[in-house]
């Protein structure tokens, strides 16, 4: 069975001990948060993101960035796991009163933008000057009201 939580410090400590290439991108300061999936007491999956105003014309309004997600356990990969945390993150930014959910995704990334998809995001390619396609930004806009 699969859980998933907010880890602990000590639980980001450790995946950063893992996977040290991780340390520049996971979200640990008070505007942070870092989501696990548990298995057989083992972390299996990752997902960290921070939280920022959005710049005007938005001011006052929050987003939540996701800056990493990573399935560790290649076994899980394809499985829904990426969903799970991506829709946990939905619902915690909702509770905090976020206005969206954004993240970046490398266009050769094909999986990562099938699960941005398959969860309500929209897709927004960003060109180089000659008209290639380096990457995208996918938004999930929370359904409720803003305050402008």
């Known amino acids: ?26 979200c640990t300061g008070a505007d942070g948060i870092t989501l696990v999936t548990i298995e057989n007491e083992e972390i299996t999956a990752f997902l960290s993101a921070f939280y ?56 050769q990334n094909k999986s990562s933008h099938m699960l941005w998809h398959k969860n309500g995001f929209g897709i927004s390619p960003i060109k180089h000057h000659d008209g290639s396609i380096y990457g995208s930004f996918v938004t999930y806009r929370i359904p409720h009201t803003c305050r402008h």
């Not at 069975?1 to 996971?26: C, D, F, L, R």
């Not at 356990?73 to 799970?84: A, C, F, V």
């Open 1 to 26: 069975m699969t859980t998933i939580k907010q880890a602990t410090g000590q639980e980001v400590a450790s995946i950063i001990e893992k996977y040290p290439h991780t340390k520049n991108v996971m």
């Open 52 to 107: 920022r105003e959005i710049p005007a014309p938005l001011d006052g309004e929050t987003e939540c960035f996701i800056n990493v997600i990573e399935i560790i356990d290649t076994q899980s990969r394809g499985k829904g796991i990426g969903s799970l945390l991506v829709q946990e993150a939905i619902k915690t930014a909702t509770e905090k009163g976020a206005t969206q959910v954004r993240a970046y995704c490398e266009i």
